[in-house]
């Protein structure tokens, strides 16, 4: 049996053109339309007062419940539409509803859908992804996991040996390498790779 996690903002949804625009406006920044950051705090762009008040101006517009897909999502439904496939994402629980929205909106179709990663937004430890998997997957399973984050990636991991772990590449992750961990240049790769996985899987039954 397989199962299937990914992460949302920077994977299923284009987070980042988004995000970037709305920066851009909002402080009237003097970068080029299509600016890619190198740096996960946009360091680059903003104080790190800025970036607070961008990041909750962000939160509370439009623009956050509008994010474009990085597939289309009958693809991606037609592929992984006949296993559980489970959503997990770093954002304020508060707004997951929101994000809800925005998946229903672009087409998607998931199985469960959860909050968890290395932030945490309650002053309490933070519920890590690998946590969140560990509630889900079950014996024998096989799954696979897709983050922009390399450290979701290796959280992963560490939890989950025989975890298909892929990064999708960004200009903030491009320095990061691990021998068991793949990375995907587009969604090309990892239709790919699961394409070949759930037909080794089919075979055996």
Not at 101 to 115: M, V
Request: charged share 25%; aromatic share 16%.
């Amino acid at each position: 049996m397989l199962r299937f996690f990914f992460d949302i903002d920077g994977v299923l949804l284009d987070f980042e053109t988004s995000y970037i625009r709305t920066l851009k406006d909002y402080f009237q920044l003097d970068i080029p339309d299509g600016y890619r950051t190198e740096d996960w705090g946009y360091s680059d762009m903003l104080s790190a007062e800025q970036f607070q008040e961008g990041w909750d101006y962000f939160l509370n517009s439009e623009h956050f419940t509008q994010l474009s897909p990085l597939i289309p999502s009958a693809l991606f439904n037609g592929v992984f539409g006949a296993y559980p496939v489970h959503f997990i994402t770093n954002i304020p629980p508060q707004y997951l509803e929101k994000r809800k929205q925005n998946l229903h909106n672009a087409g998607f179709q998931w199985d469960s859908l959860h909050c968890g990663g290395f932030m945490s937004y309650d002053d309490k430890p933070p519920v890590l992804k690998a946590d969140i998997i560990h509630q889900l997957v079950k014996e024998q399973e096989i799954l696979l996991f897709v983050d922009d984050h390399p450290d979701n990636c290796v959280n992963v991991l560490e939890k989950f040996s025989q975890a298909k772990v892929w990064l999708m590449s960004r200009p903030f992750n491009r320095e990061f390498t691990h021998s068991r961990i793949s990375r995907a240049n587009d969604w090309d790769h990892i239709i790919a790779f699961s394409r070949k996985l759930i037909a080794s899987v089919e075979n055996k039954h």
